[in-house]
């Protein structure tokens, strides 16, 4: 048994997304002969938002933050993405996340255009009540911009459901009522939707069932998850329970590997009662522990990055051995990556088709809070599947139509593009 450090070193400033992003958008546009007038609107962003705001700390100290709110796209309804907590979130970044979540949104045919929003802070430094007090100071700074008919937060890396409460609360208390359409990802108990926490692992659970039908699904299937949080766990939780062997799965401390394929329900339980995954892959003998590279070079038939943006890069896309990467986190891939393993017929089922069950629950969450009704869990996961595998077969559709050499992210690039397109046109210009 191998003891190494660990482990998912975040990509080195310099390698964000924003122009793996623009790069992708602009050879979708060259295969549909985007116009340049379509190309200048949809690579601007209609409003980004910075801002630097106290937060009193447990100590009385007070400490300066800076966050930022970007939305890119309005045409086809009011601004939806996540708000991330992380030490590594730049003003590019979440640029480049804004216009992902735009084409996520167009290729999932939910109503909304994308946002994001970050917080540059390490939130597993601060006390909850610092959490809080900092999810206030800037739920306020946003209230311009947000809104339940303008711009709709959600979870992403570092925030939660009590992140959202929080949100919702600030916001509610300034109006004077209860607005629970403001945000998504809320507590069930708070107006959430069921099914909204797993809903982007359970979305990249049923893309795989829908993409292998042919080869009778996941079962059997060998898998390596990087990234236990809220996606990869829920995601690599549902592949094993149906009888794939998850052979490799990382958090952001360590990687653990099982020749015969690790018990994902007890290490998914463990962890959800706030237990150490390394440790339970120690103590229970689960796992042995190996390089966090290796998770992504694994000899299996599936890799799932659900980690952060930008791990897979030049200099390992050469040594990926799965044959179907499916893009749990947005981005994960870079440009160069993503020509080497179209080059060598690696399939990659891409972020804004693989990880949207999540803001595909959150609008089903928003159309509740704006009903005051509640769907049942089965419903939400009726329509999950139903709105994703649309989305894949459309994709899979055009992706044939253009012929060979059009990837899924290429088609899917162009699906949501068009849709935009559409709804600018039929809209037009004002004044
Ligand atoms: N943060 C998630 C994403 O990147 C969900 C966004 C939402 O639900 O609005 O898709």
Redesign the pocket.
């Known amino acids: 048994m191998t003891t190494t450090t660990p482990t998912l070193a975040h990509p080195a400033a310099g390698e964000g997304i924003l122009a793996s992003t623009l790069a992708q958008f602009h050879a979708a546009a060259d295969t549909i002969n985007l116009s340049d007038r379509y190309r200048a609107y949809l690579t601007s962003w209609k409003t980004v938002f910075q801002t630097q705001f106290p937060v009193q700390m447990d100590d009385g100290s007070i400490k300066i933050f800076e966050g930022y709110r970007v939305l890119h796209d309005t045409a086809r309804g009011p601004t ?3 708000i991330r907590y992380s030490p590594h979130v730049t003003l590019d970044d979440v640029r480049a996340l804004a216009m992902l ?1 735009t084409w ?1 949104c167009a290729v999932v045919n939910i109503p909304f255009g994308g946002a994001k929003g970050g917080v540059i802070v390490d939130p597993t430094k601060l006390s909850q009540q610092e959490l809080q007090n900092l999810t206030r100071r800037f739920t306020t700074e946003l209230e311009p911009i947000i809104g339940p008919d303008k711009d ?1 937060p ?3 890396m570092g925030t939660n459901a009590q992140t959202m409460a929080w949100m919702m609360d600030t916001y509610s208390m300034s109006r004077g009522y209860t607005i629970p359409g403001v945000v ?2 809320k507590p069930v108990s708070l107006g959430g939707s069921a099914g909204r926490n797993e809903a982007t692992g359970r979305g990249i659970y049923f893309l795989l069932q829908e993409h292998l039908q042919a080869q009778g699904g996941v079962a059997g299937k060998t898998v390596s998850v990087q990234g236990f949080g809220n996606v990869g766990s829920v995601a690599a939780r549902l592949i094993h329970e149906a009888g794939a062997k998850v052979l490799y799965l990382s958090d952001v401390r360590s990687a653990l590997y099982n020749p015969n394929g690790i018990d994902v329900t007890a290490a998914y339980s463990h962890v959800g009662q706030g237990g150490d995954l390394r440790k339970w892959a120690e103590a229970s003998d689960a796992a042995q522990i190996v390089e966090a590279e290796d998770v992504l070079t694994a000899d299996v038939d599936i890799l799932v990055p659900a980690a952060v943006e930008s791990v897979l890069t030049a200099n390992n896309a050469g040594q990926v051995r799965a044959r179907l990467i499916i893009e749990g986190a ?1 981005g994960p891939t870079t440009a160069e990556a993503d020509q080497i393993f179209e080059d060598r017929g690696i399939v990659v089922i891409p972020d804004i088709l693989a ?1 949207a069950g ?2 595909t629950v ?1 609008y089903f969450e928003w159309v509740q809070a704006r009903q005051y009704l509640q769907w049942t869990e089965a419903r939400v996961n009726e329509e999950l599947q139903r709105l994703l595998t649309t989305a894949y077969r459309d994709i899979a559709t055009r992706a044939a139509k253009v012929g060979p050499g059009c990837s899924m992210r290429e088609a899917a690039n162009i699906i949501g593009i068009e849709r935009v397109v559409e709804a600018l046109e039929l809209r037009g210009y004002y004044p």
């Open positions: 939806k993405g996540g979540m996520k709709i959600a979870p992403d998504t990802g947005n990880n999540g803001v959150s």
